[in-house]
């Protein structure tokens, strides 16, 4: 059999053990253990871990770094991670691949285990900062400058270094900032020997790093029926089975908690995904749109029909940057009128607190945040719970100087005395001012952005793919009409309907909606168009919604902009990420059939459930 006979038939099975830093150590364990896979992927790095892992390394030069990878899961799995034959690759390098590459080896060490450690170099561009000031780089949403002081600045790299020190022998790849999905793309393009321009292949095997990236929001967790998915205590981590064509099934070991449905993947399918018809990643522009996603048994749900063209000439680059300070305190407040008296406490202090703080010869707070918890805030204008009498005030504001924000936190605990009676559990003390860390995102250029592979004292450059032109736009279809009422109809929350997903990229959010049954979709189209979303959702949105048609889940994806406040570390909100505005956005009311509520029609169970009958 030939190489490429002996590819075509194999399966390569990627589990991915931590979504972010801080996951449970019980993921890549369960997987190591469990999980018989070949490579163990592991995603440390959000867009704002980067400027804390920068703050880090800039107190101690031996930090930087996600430390739980070595300490948490290399130590204690070294030996059954080699005895196994197992792979890893993990973007634990953060903004320290030395100091990261020194601990993981100083573990093997300790525990006499020879694993060859590989690091990928090129992400890291705040040496050059200076250059990119000339070049007048803007900021992709807003077109404003580069801010004189930055505190991280990093290119998303693609796959292929990744790959390139998998086929020079590494067992262990550490990459800085990368393309998330690269993770699992890397090994995938290894494995089957994919090329650049393999572009179909490339976005299934990027789907795939998509779809495991998030470890449990896969296989059950945050999903929408939560009650479908038990078994939180002991949370199933995702492998993906891989063939050569790039189609894949995903699963969880066997007997751990959550879900492998076709709606917990469909649900991570949307996430934090733009436009599904032109997704761009640093090796290959994605079209999702008509991707299958079919239950093929139990908790395995096979996933194909990706496509893709040519990457656009660019890197997208992160950088963060301060932005002046923050302070935030909870308390809550009981009685009648609860949320009243909560608002007009929060009111008071920071009129008390302005009031001394212009004494002090302060300037006012740059941006406020009053929030009442349990009065559901978030909703809005659609909020039904205003005689709630138990609610959490949570006040949030930010200053250009610290010392004001120390006269705020003083001026917190008086509350406790002098307003209103029912007023207790100040969370955490006096709060203390903490740094605003904002993104500024732009386009790098690929060709002056040189990405190569350590290994074994070798350095191993990696060019990347540079198109002749940037790719096609993806082929217009035609917009389907919405549904037109033509007899009797009843309002149902759109979560009666559809399933979703929300999270952030930046100030965006995006808000990903699957309809239950196919022949929802028409309803859901006329009733949650981008004018009725941005509506409902006004005290969030300040920008402009975008709502892209997805045939294949079948569903839509909304990009909510201007909607987070400034996004991460920067926002005052109690939901900076969005991470909640799926599920308000699924009690949205749509006007739907009558007769689907009637005895055997497609809402009968909602009918009697929403008037607590039972079948």
């Not at 100091?99 to 300790?110: E, P």
């Not at 005030?393 to 509350?415: C, G, M, Q, S, T």
């Not at 990009?559 to 991470?579: F, I």
């Amino acid at each position: 059999m030939n190489a490429a006979a002996d590819r075509a038939g194999r399966c390569v099975r990627i589990g991915c053990g931590a979504g972010f830093w801080g996951d449970t150590p019980e993921g890549p364990a369960q997987l190591v253990r469990h999980g018989a896979i070949d490579y163990l992927v592991l995603d440390y790095l959000a867009e704002i871990t980067m400027s804390i892992l920068a703050r880090m390394k800039a107190k101690n030069p031996a930090l930087g770094y996600a430390t739980d990878f070595v300490s948490l899961v290399m130590g204690p799995l070294a030996r059954e991670i080699r005895d196994r034959r197992i792979r890893v690759v993990a973007n634990a390098g953060g903004v320290n691949l030395e100091a990261c590459r020194a601990a993981l080896q100083a573990a093997f060490d300790a525990q006499g285990v020879d694993l060859k450690i590989a690091i990928v170099r090129g992400d890291d561009l705040s040496g050059g900062l200076e250059a990119w000031r000339r070049a007048d780089v803007r900021e992709m949403a807003r077109a404003t400058p580069l801010p004189h002081q930055i505190a991280s600045m990093n290119a998303y790299l693609g796959a292929f270094p990744i790959a390139a020190a998998l086929e020079a022998g590494a067992d262990v790849v550490l990459t800085g900032r990368c393309v998330d999905s690269a993770l699992a793309l890397g090994p995938l393009i290894h494995e089957f020997g994919w090329g650049p321009r393999d572009y179909d292949l490339l976005s299934a095997g990027s789907l795939v790093g998509h779809i495991v990236e998030c470890g449990a929001q896969a296989t059950g967790g945050v999903c929408t029926d939560w009650r479908d998915a038990p078994g939180w205590d002991r949370m199933g981590f995702p492998i993906a089975e891989c063939g050569a064509d790039g189609a894949f099934v995903l699963t969880k070991p066997a007997d751990t908690g959550g879900l492998v449905s076709v709606a917990t993947v469909a649900e991570q399918a949307v996430y934090e995904v733009g436009d599904p018809g032109a997704y761009v990643l640093p090796d290959v522009t994605c079209d999702w749109r008509d991707i299958s996603i079919v239950q093929v048994g139990k908790d395995r749900v096979r996933v194909s029909g990706a496509r893709g063209r040519a990457p656009t000439r660019y890197y997208k680059v992160s950088a963060t940057y301060a932005d002046g300070w923050r302070a935030a305190v909870t308390m809550m407040i009981a009685g009648r009128e609860a949320a009243d008296k909560a608002r007009a406490v929060g009111e008071a202090i920071l009129a008390r607190a302005r009031r001394l703080m212009s004494d002090a010869g302060f300037a006012d707070f740059s941006e406020t945040s009053l929030e009442v918890l349990g009065a559901e805030a978030s909703y809005g204008a659609a909020a039904r719970a205003a005689g709630a009498r138990e609610v959490v005030l949570k006040i949030a504001v930010r200053h250009a100087d610290k010392a004001a924000l120390n006269i705020f936190a003083r001026e917190i605990y008086p509350a406790a005395t002098a307003m209103a009676q029912g007023l207790t559990g100040f969370a955490g003390g006096r709060p203390e001012p903490q740094p605003v860390v904002r993104l500024f995102s732009f386009l790098a250029d690929k060709s002056g952005v040189p990405a190569a592979v350590e290994v074994d004292g070798r350095t191993i450059p990696v060019p990347a793919e540079i198109p002749n032109a940037d790719p096609q736009a993806p082929p217009l279809r035609p917009q389907p009409a919405g549904w037109r009422a033509t007899g009797a109809t009843r309002t149902v929350p759109l979560i009666a309907l559809a399933y979703g997903r929300s999270g952030d990229k930046g100030d965006i959010a995006n808000v990903g909606i699957v309809a239950r049954r196919p022949e929802f979709v028409d309803v859901i189209r006329t009733g949650a168009t981008p004018q009725s979303v941005k509506a409902y959702m006004a005290h969030f949105v300040r920008g402009a919604v975008e709502r892209f048609e997805w045939p294949g889940l079948p569903g839509f994806n909304f990009l909510l902009h201007d909607a987070l406040g400034g996004g991460g570390v920067a926002s005052l909100r109690h939901d900076p990420q969005g991470k909640a505005f799926a599920q308000i956005l699924l009690d949205l009311p749509v006007e739907a059939p009558a007769e689907w509520f009637e005895p055997g029609g497609p809402l009968a169970r909602w009918r009697m459930e929403s008037t607590g009958q039972t079948a």
